[in-house]
T-cell receptor
């Protein structure tokens, strides 16, 4: 079974639309970390956010917001008023000792490819 | 400051050959991790080094190996290449400690013919 599931393989929206990328994770650990990364066509993954399992506050950073819900094991990512430059593949990731989690060992979902059309 | 640098960016090898990929982390970063990215399997963790010691290893055969030097630069080696080893190999560096922000390079794209 996948430990990090991103059910949406591809999403296409028109500029200025809001879009939510879903992420569901699985772990028995009580302490774990969740991440979102962005991979533009250049290939280099770019860190967006980290949350630890004890912090369920939603976070907003500009047009980006994240909704962490332990009750549903979800960590969803919303882009408000999307722009063409948001086009990329977005990955959700998990670090948990159950899976040998350490500084550099993250379990990544399969990614969601977001295309924003002008 | 300079980002994570990976060399070579592209390479083509034939089955049975071996390959060495290099990664220079961001100055001051002591942790280097390697990932393999393929369309089918996605991003998979290969190994992690911290202060020249392998701290963690993913589920890959022994043909995949790595090392880290005293200046934190890292290399990974794949011996007896197979067609399935064709992938984008990504290196990431970080300060070390609590799982946190990883800084990735642009990757080395390996094609095995």
């Amino acid at each position: 079974a996948q430990k990090v599931t991103q059910a949406q393989t591809e999403i296409s929206v028109v500029e200025k639309e809001d879009v939510t990328l879903d992420c569901v994770y699985e772990t028995r650990d009580t302490t774990y970390y969740l991440f979102w990364y962005k991979q533009p066509p250049s290939g280099e993954l770019v860190f967006l956010i980290r949350r630890n399992s004890f912090d369920e506050q939603n976070e907003i950073s500009g047009r980006y917001s994240w909704n962490f819900q332990k009750s549903t094991s979800s960590f969803n990512f919303t882009i408000t008023a999307s722009q063409v430059v948001d086009s990329a593949v977005y990955f959700c990731a998990l670090s948990a000792k159950e899976y040998g989690g350490s500084q550099g060992n993250l379990i990544f979902g399969k990614g969601t490819k977001l295309s924003v059309k002008p | 400051k300079a980002g994570v640098t990976q060399t070579p960016r592209y390479l083509i090898k034939t089955r049975g050959q071996q390959v060495t990929l290099s990664c220079s982390p961001i100055s001051g970063h002591r942790s280097v991790s390697w990932y393999q990215q393929t369309p089918g399997q996605g991003l998979q963790f290969l190994f992690e080094y911290f202060s020249e010691t392998q701290r963690n290893k993913g589920n890959f055969p022994g043909r995949f190996s790595g090392r880290q030097f005293s200046n934190s630069r890292s290399e990974m080696n794949v011996s007896t290449l197979e067609l399935g080893d064709s992938a984008l190999y990504l290196c990431a560096s970080s300060y070390g400690g609590v799982p946190g922000e990883l800084f990735f390079g642009e990757g080395s794209r390996l094609t095995v013919l």
